[in-house]
């Protein structure tokens, strides 16, 4: 999919392993949308504070927060788009939908009682990605912005998200949870004969692993969903749903060492296997050539002739500075840069080989040499995803 | 006062976390292969159904078609590898506590105990604790420690609290039952200094150093004794006396005159700027570590030919002994 089109969908999900970048070209993809007229949300999962000053916002928090118009138009965006963020919270997410679906007033206290449930912010693991994911499907039904961009958690556990809703259901569907809770209930009833044999003796093992208390904390915790949603079915099935659908595109970032670009692979395998089309790959803070054509291939009687020549050069412009010296570290960090543009291009080569996109799809940052956070360099980078040319 | 090499080496559980992408998993394998090669056995843990530590470390492979192992792997003298899948350290687990395998195996077998599983949260977390608890108070025969080094290569900050975590929050919510006597004996564990260290990695970045800086103090708020910071893949500075002048006279040369792509005006100058900007900001950032981090970063430099091998390894290895045996104060905690 060509840029241009990925700025058609109504869901953009940046995915990747960490620390290649992807809070910024989620802020990036959202600052090229809003140039182009939309109402644009970018939601963050990682406490970005840097990114929340460059965007100008304030701090982030659960409520988007718009981006104010002159930043918008200093940043280029002169006509009606609007951009802004929002910072994922766990607990508000959870607590809202209590608050919103709780069938009675006791049941919610009874949730909000539970012990796994006041601790959940963010402490216990697999927690952020269903709120992500339930954030995302409420946003999206209240159709208010054009275009939400979601940064999803970095890691191995970045995917995990596509599975939480599939997970959660399957879980409710089985039976498991009405033994664990009321299992006094359960037995002597005709439906214990539904359970897998053994299904008591498991009980009775894992009470003394574990005490009966923490299972059940947990499992209420669990229970929480159905009670409350109901229908928690087919509100994981819509997300799923929106997940595969057209209007929503995965962008893959990546970065250009060996191992990322493994990572990089492994991502589009599992995105294939959940049915997931990729719109299209953004390699970032890849190392360039300045010069016309590709980075030199390293050969040192090449280096030795431009460290005599610049030397030469050098002394008959400034005397008086010491010009071999200088010609000799002038020449290595410039065999330095070309050797790391060859790295990276043979890694780009290697990602363009694995995915199967086209050309167009695949799109080159280079890296910057100061950090990008400020607005301007957002709209700098925006304009390289989207086809304006730059030298570096 | 000893140095650093010595009181990192004499503590029983090194867990290193930091941003994702800063080389956590290369420091961490790089810790193995110094301790290793001080004569202290040592066991580093990858986390999750990745092995990569093994090719990293140059273990040998009879097979390319092999299927990744779960139990200790020997790469050399003295150093292993292990990687920790929840699902089976809960079967292990459970088989332990229940001295019935069938058991064990029926619980596990159980597609509602699964399905459970497969929804629950935290016990992963919580297994993986009980897990490095039980390695790390194995004995041999002779009563000696079965390892007495192992070193964690433990995920990015985001879930590496979560797993720090968790002991707190199972503590508050179960007061009673084995679960609990675990969980004390897992904390008790985490929380003693002159046991376990938490390291943190971190590029010379600005959200790498900021989430360092987050990392810490969350860390410490947990009741962990905190390492030192290890600040990874720094660039040499480009020692260029006069740089602005220089960079001018190579400014007004004309790049048609260059012998040499690696001479041509345009290419030298925007790769000394580069190194020149580049260096500037990481001496910032390595200041403001100093300052707001309250250690002195170990500074592991960026090396040229990658780390992603033995050789690799073996070269941070040195470069991190160097850092470590020129060090001491006592670790901050």
Request: aromatic content about 4%; glycine content about 8%.
């Amino acid at each position: 999919m060509k840029p241009e089109r990925w700025l058609d969908c109504r869901v953009l999900v940046t995915v990747g392993t960490g620390g290649v970048g992807k809070t910024t070209v989620a802020a990036a993809l959202g600052l090229a949308a809003a140039r182009a007229g939309k109402a644009v949300l970018v939601m963050t999962i990682d406490p970005a504070r840097r990114l929340a000053d460059a965007l100008g916002t304030g701090p982030l928090g659960h409520e988007p927060r718009e981006v104010p118009r002159e930043r918008l138009r200093a940043a280029g965006v002169t006509g009606a788009g609007t951009l802004a963020a929002l910072m994922l919270d766990t607990k508000r997410t959870f607590d809202e939908l209590v608050l919103r679906f709780a069938p009675d007033p006791s049941a919610r206290e009874r949730i909000f009682a539970n012990p796994i449930y006041r601790n959940l912010t963010d402490a216990l693991g697999g927690s952020r990605e269903y709120s992500a994911m339930e954030k995302l499907r409420q946003l999206h039904v209240e159709g208010k912005y054009d275009l939400i961009v979601l940064d999803t958690p970095p890691a191995s556990h970045a995917l995990d998200f596509l599975d939480a809703p599939r997970r959660l259901e399957s879980f409710l569907e089985s039976q498991f949870l009405t033994v664990l809770l009321h299992p006094a209930a359960v037995v002597g009833r005709a439906s214990l004969r539904l359970f897998r044999a053994g299904s008591e003796l498991v009980l009775r093992g894992l009470e003394r692993v574990t005490g009966l208390e923490f299972l059940t904390a947990i499992s209420e915790f669990l229970l929480a969903f159905e009670e409350m949603l109901g229908g928690f079915s087919e509100r994981a099935r819509e997300v799923s749903r929106l997940l595969r659908d057209p209007v929503c595109g995965f962008v893959l970032v990546a970065g250009p060492d060996l191992q990322q670009a493994k990572s990089a692979e492994s991502f589009w395998q599992r995105l294939q296997t959940e049915g997931i089309q990729l719109a299209g790959l953004v390699l970032n803070r890849v190392h360039t050539w300045p010069g016309a054509g590709a980075a030199p291939v390293d050969d040192p009687r090449e280096a030795e002739r431009a460290v005599e020549w610049l030397a030469r050069a050098l002394a008959e412009r400034a005397p008086d500075l010491d010009a071999l010296g200088s010609a000799r570290l002038l020449v290595a960090a410039t065999r330095a840069q070309a050797a790391l543009a060859r790295r990276d291009a043979a890694v780009r080569e290697r990602l363009e080989k694995a995915l199967p996109l086209p050309p167009e799809a695949v799109r080159v940052v280079p890296l910057f040499s100061e950090d990008v956070h400020e607005l301007e360099a957002l709209a700098r980078m925006a304009g390289l995803i989207f086809g304006e040319r730059e030298g570096v | 006062m000893t140095d650093l090499m010595t009181q990192l080496l004499a503590r029983r559980l090194l867990l290193v976390t930091g941003k994702g992408g800063t080389g956590k998993t290369s420091v961490a394998a790089a810790l193995g292969r110094l301790a290793a090669d001080a004569g202290v056995k040592t066991l580093v843990v990858e986390l999750g159904h990745a092995a990569v530590l093994p090719d990293l470390l140059g273990a040998e492979r009879a097979r390319e078609s092999d299927e990744p192992r779960s139990d200790p792997q020997r790469v050399g003298a003295n150093l292993f590898t292990l990687r920790l899948v929840p699902e089976e350290a809960l079967s292990e687990y459970l088989a332990l506590q229940l001295r019935v395998r069938a058991l064990a195996r029926g619980i596990v077998g159980n597609a509602g105990f699964r399905r459970f599983l497969a929804a629950a949260p935290g016990w992963r977390e919580l297994i993986t604790l009980g897990k490095l608890w039980h390695l790390v108070t194995r004995e041999d025969a002779r009563g000696r420690a079965l390892w007495p080094l192992i070193v964690i290569d433990a995920p990015a900050t985001g879930h590496g609290l979560s797993l720090l975590s968790t002991p707190t929050v199972i503590l508050d919510t179960v007061r009673i039952g084995p679960l609990r006597r675990n969980t004390d004996l897992v904390q008790a564990l985490l929380t003693d200094a002159a046991r376990t260290l938490v390291l943190t990695v971190t590029l010379l970045e600005e959200l790498p150093v900021n989430e360092t800086l987050e990392l810490r103090a969350r860390v410490r708020e947990l009741g962990l004794g905190l390492g030192p910071v290890i600040a990874n893949g720094v660039e040499p500075p480009l020692a260029l006396p006069d740089a602005e002048r220089v960079l001018a006279a190579v400014a007004s040369l004309d790049s048609a005159d260059a012998p040499s792509p690696l001479a041509d005006p345009i290419s030298v100058c925007a790769s000394a700027r580069h190194r020149l900007v580049r260096a500037r900001m990481q001496a910032g950032f390595l200041a403001r570590l100093e300052r707001e981090a309250e250690s002195v970063p170990l500074v592991l430099p960026w090396l040229e030919q990658g780390v992603d091998g033995p050789d690799g390894v073996a070269a941070l290895a040195a470069r991190l002994q160097t850092e470590l045996t020129q060090r001491s104060g006592e670790v901050r905690s």
